[in-house]
């Protein structure tokens, strides 16, 4: 079969999930004026000047002499006409009075093509030139009205700039508890959007180079793992956190917080503790370090990092130097508090805020109109209670929506040939939840330092965003475990937990 | 339900096996072996496939003097990691490292995942 070939100048794409759009690029076109002349001038042109006969010829002569001054690539008609209709326009143009009416002269020849005629383009060389050939030409008798042409754009729907969708609409976790965190709510306050504070996230890649990412994201260690799965994963971390609030693609939740990323696999092998290590040292009191891991603990299900002692003690060195570390629970379906974990990490306390995941609440992915043909999430259980794939027990602190979080990455929502442009609403698990705490951390954070000129230390801040959480709910669909949480899970769902 | 992200198949990172050195016990990297401060020494290499590497987990805290860290962080000081040359097992080595007289616990290390769902 012939391969598909997208249209030309066509700006999305059909893909499964429906039509996206791409990426609007401004064409490579100059810029250019539109010159009106007035009904009545008897001016004509060529190719590379103006002209009219004798009795006028002073009119045209000042509008060369105002163009004499720029590299002019061409003068033409603005609605393509022929040279002749062009050089008609004079015999009409000179038996017309001062500012005639159109509808008055029909029978004088002042029909649709004279009107026409009378559009003229100037194109420069240089682009910058346009604007002060119009301001000249602006001031000539002969000329009506001289303008720079405007550079048109796609239309799009209210609210969207040009170019990617504004999936902001369907990031509830921004909003009011006890659905979101409140997030959007105390961004007015000084330091509240997350200034100041910086991020470090552990995982393995991340697409730096992603649109609605602030540029200057660095690699302060590790070799990241060339993987697409890997690379949306961090992506979409990121966007939770920091992406860039401009009524296109989303909003982060502490988007003036800045973001450095350290890869787990350092010498080649994987070391989260050395990673850990290393943004302690890269980072002050008050910033914050997210573990965005897991691996197979002794039951064969997957578990929280500080499993390890080696990076329990990392952890505990972090928090220490007043760094809030987060760290994802994982999605074993395991119970913490079981015997076969007695003595290890994952029954002591690190100082980090480990967060599970919650079902979200139903609405979330009505907003704006679309995900209504996504998979019926409810079937999860009640909003705010935990899914069953999320790890508990006591040391898990607080849970984050953990299902279908919108943000950047995959392609589901916005696909297209970039992976720059790439969105998504379908980022779940611990991971998805553990980047909303991590970015509550750093809004509260930040709003510490601008009020009272120094951060929280971090026992206190988990402690704050437990006290002052959304409670978590009750029962959890599929988990054969649920009554055996203890801990006080609880979303950050009040806006008080961000007021200082 | 996506399974969780974990490392692809053409992935070159290998999984080490982690030991915790018992307290006294230090590392000297240069020369790979094992030591004490009463000069007791322990040469692994026999042990151990050709072109294996022993390192430190955090290599910033090794040469740190110990009295100007915290607790948490002298205990990571003892964390070493023992890679093997491609294709060797980390599981196959790990009773054998346990036997070293510098050797407090040791395992393979977890290979990580990344905790997506969805």
């Known amino acids: 079969m012939p391969k598909k070939q997208q249209a030309k100048g066509q700006t999305g794409q059909q893909t499964k999930e429906g039509f996206v759009s791409t990426r609007f690029e401004a064409p490579d076109v100059p810029d250019y004026v539109v010159v009106e002349l007035r009904y009545e001038s008897p001016v004509a042109f060529t190719a590379s000047r103006f002209s009219a006969p004798a009795a006028a010829a002073p009119k045209a002569d000042k509008l060369n002499e105002a163009l004499a001054k720029y590299d002019v690539a061409a003068i033409r008609s603005h609605f393509g006409l022929k040279s002749a209709a062009v050089r008609a326009r004079v015999e009409v143009a000179a038996t017309l009075p001062p500012e005639p009416a159109p509808e008055k002269f029909k029978d004088k020849g002042m029909d649709t093509e004279f009107i026409q005629s009378g559009f003229v383009q100037v194109v420069p060389k240089n682009s910058r030139d346009a604007d002060k050939i119009a301001k000249e030409l602006n001031r000539k008798e002969a000329v009506w009205k001289a ?117 787990a696999v350092v010498s080649g092998v994987f070391n989260a503790a050395a990673a850990i290590n290393n943004a302690a040292n890269a980072l002050s009191a008050g910033d914050v370090i997210l573990i965005e891991l897991q691996a197979t603990g002794p039951n064969g299900k997957y578990v929280a990092m500080q499993f390890w002692g080696d990076i329990f003690s990392a952890i505990v060195a972090a928090t220490a130097k007043g760094i809030t570390v987060v760290e994802a629970a994982g999605n074993g379906n395991e119970n913490f508090d079981l015997a076969v974990f007695n003595g290890t990490g994952l029954q002591k306390d690190s100082g980090a805020i480990v967060v599970g995941a919650g079902v979200p609440p139903a609405n979330h992915v009505d907003f704006d109109g679309f ?41 589901d929502a916005q696909g297209g040939a970039s992976e720059n442009s790439w969105y998504t609403l379908r980022f779940s698990g611990t991971s998805s939840a553990s980047p909303i705490i991590t970015g509550a951390v750093a809004c509260l954070q930040g709003r510490a330092k601008a009020k009272n000129g120094s951060p929280l230390p971090p026992n206190k801040v988990r402690k704050f965003l437990m006290n002052t959480g959304t409670p978590q709910e009750p029962g959890s669909r599929g988990a054969a475990n649920a009554e055996h949480r203890t801990a006080p899970e609880s979303t950050v769902g009040d806006q008080e937990s961000l007021t200082l | 339900m996506i399974p969780p992200v974990t490392l692809p198949a053409n992935s070159k990172v290998r999984i080490p096996v982690d030991l ?58 003892r964390y070493v990691q023992v890679i093997l040359p491609p294709g060797e097992s980390p599981a196959d080595y790990v009773d054998l490292i346990r036997k070293w007289p510098c050797v407090a616990e040791a395992h393979t290390a977890p290979e990580m995942s990344l905790p997506q769902h969805g």
Request: proline share 7%; aromatic share 8%.
């Open chain 2, 20 to 77: 915790k050195l018992k307290p006294g016990w230090r590392l000297d990297p240069t020369h790979g072996f094992f030591e004490t401060d009463s000069g007791e020494r322990f040469t692994p290499h026999k042990d151990l496939p050709k072109n294996s590497r022993i390192v430190y987990k955090v290599p910033g805290l090794a040469g740190a003097d110990p009295s100007k860290l915290s607790k948490h962080e002298r205990d990571l000081q």
């Open chain 1, 147 to 263: 303008y720079v042409a405007p550079r048109p754009v796609p239309a799009m729907p209210a609210g969207a700039a040009a170019g990617s969708r504004n999936f902001e609409p369907a990031q509830g976790y921004l909003y009011a508890p006890p659905n979101g965190i409140g997030a959007a709510e105390v961004w007015s306050l000084a330091g509240a959007k997350g200034k100041g504070i910086t991020i470090c996230d552990i995982e393995g890649n991340w697409n730096r180079q992603h649109e609605d990412l602030p540029s200057g994201i660095q690699l302060i260690g590790g070799t990241v793992i060339n993987d697409l799965g890997w690379r949306n994963h961090g992506t979409a971390v990121l966007g939770e956190m920091i992406s860039i609030p401009n009524n296109k693609g989303t909003a982060g939740i502490s988007h003036e917080a800045k973001a450095i990323v350290h890869s």
């Open chain 1, 371 to 411: 995900g209504a043909s996504l998979t019926a999430y409810t079937s999860l259980g009640v909003p705010r209670s935990r899914i069953f794939f999320s790890n508990y027990g006591k040391i898990v602190n607080v849970q984050g929506w953990g299902w279908h979080v919108t943000t950047l990455g995959y392609g």
